[in-house]
């Protein structure tokens, strides 16, 4: 591989921090693991920084209304391959190739700044934890595999990254492994990740069967080339990646992983289980979204899983008393959000929003993570209150997070937000719903949000007993960052944003109907697209509202309203009792199946009854023949004898002559 | 020259002689139980093997059979010092020669 954007660098240098952090990170000093964990992903970032400088120097217009893109000495997409091949197998070629374009770039940057700043958020957090380097290992391999999924020019490499962050993801959230909640929340991440997984396999073989490569340029040329290539085996393919999808970024009905995820330390609910890993599906859907466009059918099912995961979940979070569960089912709604931005062919909104909501919830994580690391390890939310006195930074930086995923403008999540209902509205035939259960979202998100904040930060303090104290500078100074991002990264919409994706994202088929996001806001015409804005707010306004009734003005009434409508109460505090229903229906059949057949009579029977019918054979010959081992002398050479009289009798006695004198007299017996 | 060659004891009277006491000694090792007549039995094995050998060298005029019948003597004379030497050893440590109470390598 070679070019002047060393994309290769990007995974290999936080991979040499795994490994060293990894291999000698407990016998090296902590100040050394602390400088590795910082220096590999800053250079990681480094580099992807150099490419976005590059990109931007050599490519992008000045502006966007100056023309044309001037398309200098590097051309998007950019390719770096592996110089020798990696499969080479009769007609399916695949090669170890990374790809730089508008899109991974955008990911990159996400994903590398973000954990930057997460790396460093840590080193305060775990500052204290004994398993300090195996923290920072763990970390950089997420980073490795992350990076390696955003890069991959074809399938298979990304699958490579989309395995490993599992696997990273796994280890980070069972990382205090002596709490056996820990271990089991990692256990179950991981088990319900391979049902999603098995989609994406299916997926890639269906690929390799029907259009003999798996690289998505390549894919994208072949369905442009034919343009029969409408719904069928593409919508299997389709829906089959939208099942890997919907495991990795915890979509119904495979999101019953990401709630107990939250047993991790909480820099890894944010990094990973809100910013970028649970994002990889709406990226891979961006990504092979030539697929989608030509499945109608696919993008419907898109787009109504996501707006169904986005409400139930926000229904869920009501009600939670946890402050990490309602983030993390605020994660679920908002990434809901996404798949139906991603379902109505908004893609540019859907990685907008997913911009966007890895700044402001990995905000809200890290300061919710300040939250706990000031309480020492409080988590229930019904034991907080008046806090903002107590962490002024913390409360200041939570307020812009609440701010911005609520959909206040000016903070990045209106922009994102309101592109996706924007996208949804003008959607055909069922546009209309989607954008209500859109807003609908965005009320109970205010809502839940709002309920979160005060129940934090304002009124009094419901544990007297705790000596809540803010976090260090290395928690405040990404919070801070952060919280910058959160406010003005939606800006960058105004500025074209859509644009930018649009050669990756935005053309659509025409036949399929679809409507292109390629109109920055400041050229349209602003009637309709205000009076949207305007309803979305008023929506976010109104949950803050009642919210505020609930949780300040009036603080009895959400008891009293729990107790007027006790069955609806019970339903959301207990999650739709979906875990409970899973285990009636799949794990208990299935430990049934598993104990009684599985263990009962293919482990104890087949297995067991044939090693031991085996074992008392043997011991059965050997009870015989061991009398041959008699010990005496004379015997051996009685049989030695006797085995030299019979060689001598084989060889001296014709034997073909023998068997044809018997023969002759048997058929001569017979001829009479 | 024929006539002296024709008064020649025949092949098959060495051939028989050699078998006889090759059998003899096959007998003798199975039926003896005293080390030392399984032992002799044993070179009177090999002599009856040798006996043939040089009967086919004389009949064939080659000399390899002769060669070889010099390598089992020598052979033998090793075997007898070793074995006998083995069978003093054994005597001392069970006061006993008999073979068939030579067995403590019984499983």
């Known amino acids: 591989m070679n070019g002047p954007l060393y994309l290769w660098l990007i995974p290999l240098i936080p991979f040499a921090g795994f490994l060293i952090n990894g291999i000698l990170g407990r016998r090296l000093p902590k100040w050394i693991v602390t400088t590795v964990a910082l220096v590999t992903p800053l250079a990681a970032f480094g580099v992807v920084f150099n490419a976005a400088a590059t990109i ?10 100056c023309g044309p893109p001037d398309w200098g000495i590097i051309h998007l997409p950019y390719t770096e391959t592996f110089p020798l091949p990696w499969i080479d ?5 695949v090669d170890f190739s990374f790809v730089l374009d508008q899109l991974s770039l955008v990911m990159l940057l996400v994903v590398t700044g973000v954990g930057l700043l997460i790396h460093v958020y840590s080193v305060g957090y775990m500052k204290n934890d004994e398993g300090y380097a195996r923290y920072f290992s763990y970390l950089s391999l997420f980073l490795f595999f992350m990076t390696v999924l955003v890069l991959a020019g074809n399938a298979l490499v990304m699958f490579i990254g989309w395995e490993g962050v599992g696997l990273a993801s796994y ?13 089991d929340a990692g256990k179950k991440a991981f088990i ?3 049902i999603g997984d098995f989609g994406f396999l299916i997926a890639m073989f269906l690929l390799v069967a029907n259009f003999g490569t798996l690289t998505f340029t390549e894919i994208a040329t072949k369905l442009g080339q034919d343009p029969g290539w409408n719904g069928g085996v593409v919508t299997v393919i389709a829906l089959c990646l939208m099942m890997g999808a919907a495991g990795k970024s915890a979509q119904l009905p495979l999101y019953i992983w ?7 330390p909480t820099p890894v609910s944010a990094l990973i289980h809100a910013a970028t890993m649970v994002t990889a599906g709406v990226y891979m859907v961006a990504r092979i979204h030539v697929l989608f466009d030509h499945s109608p059918f696919a993008l419907g099912v898109v787009a109504t899983v996501g707006a169904a995961t986005a409400i139930f979940a926000a229904t869920i979070a009501l009600v939670q008393n946890d402050i990490k569960r309602v983030l993390a089912y605020s994660t679920i709604s908002q990434l809901g959000y996404m798949f139906l931005g991603c379902g109505v062919a908004a893609y540019s909104a859907a990685i907008f929003h997913l911009m966007t909501h890895a700044f402001f919830k990995a905000l809200l994580f890290l300061a919710a993570g300040s939250v706990i690391h000031g309480l020492g390890g409080e988590q229930d939310l019904r034991k907080m209150g008046g806090l903002w006195k107590k962490l002024p930074v913390t409360f200041a930086v939570m307020t812009v997070g609440v701010l911005a995923i609520s959909g206040i403008p000016p903070f990045a999540g209106f922009f994102s937000k309101d592109a996706i209902l924007y996208a949804a509205f003008f959607q055909g035939t069922n546009g209309k719903i989607l954008y209500s259960v859109g807003l609908l979202t965005a009320l109970l998100t205010a809502f839940y949000m709002a309920r979160l904040w005060y129940m934090t930060f304002l009124g009094e303090p419901r544990s007297p007993q705790s000596h809540p104290h803010e976090s260090p500078w290395s928690m405040r100074g990404p919070l801070l960052i952060l919280a910058a991002l959160s406010i003005c990264g939606g800006w960058i919409w105004l500025y074209g944003f859509g644009e930018f994706l649009a050669p990756v994202l935005g053309a659509r088929v025409a036949e399929t109907g679809g409507w292109r996001l390629l109109i920055p806001y400041t050229q349209y015409s602003l009637s309709l697209e205000t009076v949207l804005s305007i309803v979305a707010v008023l929506f976010a306004l109104e949950g803050w509202l009642i919210a505020d009734k609930f949780y300040r003005r009036k603080p ?3 008891a009293q309203l729990a107790a007027a409508l006790p069955e609806s109460y019970k339903l959301l505090a207990n999650k739709y009792f979906v875990d409970e229903f899973y285990g009636a229906t799949i794990v208990k059949p299935l430990l049934s199946f598993s104990k009684i057949f599985l263990e009962w009579v293919v482990d104890v029977g087949i297995l067991g009854g044939a090693a031991w019918l085996l074992g008392g054979m043997a011991t059965f010959a050997g009870a015989i023949l061991q009398r041959w081992q008699s010990g005496n002398l004379r015997s051996y050479a009685a049989w030695l004898a006797a ?13 073909t002559t023998v068997l044809a004198y018997f023969a002759a007299i048997h058929l001569g017996m017979a001829g009479h | 020259m024929n006539v002296f060659f024709s008064q020649e004891v025949p092949l098959s009277w060495y051939l028989l002689l050699s078998a006889v006491l090759f059998s003899l000694g096959v007998v003798g090792f199975l039926i003896k139980r005293n080390l030392i007549t399984v032992f002799m039995s044993i070179e009177l094995m090999l002599n009856g093997v040798n006996l043939s050998f040089v009967t086919f060298a004389h009949q064939w005029h080659a000399v390899k059979g002769q060669i070889f019948v010099f390598f089992v003597m020598m052979v033998a004379a090793a075997e007898a010092a070793v074995g006998l030497a083995i069978i003093i050893a054994v005597f001392r440590a069970r006061a006993t020669l008999a073979v068939d109470r030579i067995d403590r390598m019984k499983l």
């Open chain 1, 258 to 264: 990401l709630p107990d995820a939250m047993e991790g």
């Open chain 1, 192 to 194: 319900v990740n391979r």
């Open chain 1, 171 to 183: 280890l980070l959230i069972g990382f205090w492994f002596q709490k056996k909640s820990a271990a």
């Open chain 1, 556 to 558: 009895a009434r959400p």
């Open chain 1, 643 to 655: 085995g030299a009289a019979a060689v001598l009798l084989f060889l001296l006695v014709p034997w």
């Open chain 1, 89 to 93: 197998i009769a007609a399916l070629h």
């Open chain 1, 56 to 65: 931007y120097v050599y490519i992008l217009p000045p502006c966007v209304p």
